[in-house]
């Protein structure tokens, strides 16, 4: 299987009956970490699931998401199905997802002003160009397990066999991927929040 990746943008609230009704989609071990969450925090979390719930009906034809446990360092996945990995990012308005057979990291990030320090440290003279870099790092990052302080160090180069692409999804956002294993597609499946309800 390849690279594939989803990504839905928000532009309406979604109201307490709505997030009632919809959080019983989710695994028990996520709805319960979703709900000790603020209630106006919910919505992003929320969507991502829901969103990788559509990419796996999409992809494999599944009608809920099998149970949910962690790696070590944290990191998400299917103990029932292995083959099958993925990732999750959201960020204030929208969410991504990607799905693989290989090690797969995405992140997305609403630009937003930044502590002049920070933009310092990752060399970055604008928010935009903060934010590209942010993103790539997480991404790559996620995919590898190494943990959220190694982003923080500077950047390693690509490792054979790792790929890693910045996504241009959304005005106002930056997006990547990053793969151990296969090609990062240049597309990206977007989504309503319509088709994740």
């Known amino acids: 299987m390849a690279v594939n ?50 990419a796996l009906r999409e992809s494999f034809g599944w009608t809920e998401l099998p149970p949910v446990a962690l790696t070590d360092r944290g990191k998400p996945f299917f103990p029932d199905h292995p083959q099958v990995q993925f990732n999750l990012s959201h960020t204030e308005g ?6 693989s057979d290989c090690p797969i990291g995405v992140d997305i990030e609403r630009i ?44 390693p180069p690509l490792e054979s066999g790792e790929c890693c692409r ?3 999804i959304f005005s106002g956002y930056a997006a990547c991927a990053a793969s151990r294993g296969g090609p990062i597609p240049e597309t990206v499946r977007i989504c309503s929040v319509e088709e994740l309800l």
């Not at 310092?120 to 790539?136: H, K, L, N, P, S």
């Open 5 to 54: 990746l989803w990504a839905a943008h928000f532009n309406r609230t979604m109201g307490p009956g709505e997030m009632q009704r919809l959080l019983p989609l989710l695994p028990p071990e996520r709805r319960e970490r979703l709900l000790r969450l603020p209630a106006e925090k919910r919505r992003e979390p929320l969507c991502a699931w829901l969103l990788l719930r559509l």
């Open 94 to 99: 929208a969410v991504l997802a990607g799905v």
């Open 166 to 168: 910045e996504l241009d």
């Open 112 to 155: 937003r002003p930044v502590a002049p320090r920070l933009m310092e440290q990752m060399g970055a003279d604008t928010e935009e160009a903060f934010f590209r870099t942010w993103v790539r790092r997480e991404a790559r990052t996620k995919c590898s397990g190494w943990g959220i302080g190694a982003m923080l160090r500077q950047e």
